[in-house]
């Protein structure tokens, strides 16, 4: 097995998201790398997918760690005799700030400069939580007004060229006065690898005590829906490779939503 997957990855190291799918094959190796094809099957993969969850995994991690070692199979064997049983996916998220709540957080992540630095950027770009942590003074472009998530010429699920509207500028005009490193966000003359301490005692404050830096991107995702913008513009802000999964997520939120079709039944 783990000579099929990795004559996969190779294939597909052309494709953006092959940073993922090589995220995505460390977890599964140590548990299928030594087997042969035939030797998976439902059980192993449903054993496989308990350990995942018992290590707090997301559904949907698990769901895209199995999906990737079914193609890989497939890929090498179209009538392979490997059974690879993928968990259902997840239902589309439905927790989500209102406007009126992401202002009252914001405000109350001010006691905290970086976390509400962070915040600002995380909703404003709708990037993910490591992007935004990873994101660097010499990708944030006041110029032309562009903020560029992505590393270096690698492309990462999530990780675009967003543009940059008056409310992440004027928090990045401000950070850029004090920074002392290159990382945009920085505590004490120091990068960051988390910031989840810090936004959960935000996030207690603001009353929110379920909340996490991920909501804050889906938030952003739902607010655009609300205002009309197209699924096709929603899909590039979040770095999507299509528009299939933003609409399964988005499309209920935009005001046109199956208005065509509740018109036809007049």
Known sequence: MAE???????????????????????????????????????????????????HKRSESTIVRELSLLRAALRWHDKATLAVVEVPAAPP?????????????????????????????????TAGRAQAILELTWDRVDFGRGLINLGVAATRFKGRAVVPMNTTARSALQEAKKGALTDNVVEWGGKSLASIKKGFAAAALRAGFPDLTPHVLRHSA?????EAGVPMSEIAQYLGHSSTNVTERVYARFS???LRKAAAALD
């Open 221 to 225: 995702a739902v607010h655009m829906a």
């Open 255 to 257: 005001p046109d939503y």
């Open 92 to 124: 589309p998220r439905t927790y989500y700030l209102t406007r009126a709540e992401w202002a009252k957080f914001r405000e109350a992540a001010l006691a905290t400069p970086h976390i509400h630095l962070f915040c600002v950027l995380a909703y404003t």
């Open 4 to 54: 099929i997957v990795d004559a996969y990855l190779l294939d597909k190291a052309h494709k953006a998201s092959s940073a993922v799918m090589n995220w995505s094959w460390k977890p599964l190796k140590p548990v299928f790398g030594h087997l042969r094809p035939e030797q998976v099957d439902r059980a192993i993969s449903r054993a496989y997918a308990a350990q995942r969850r018992r």
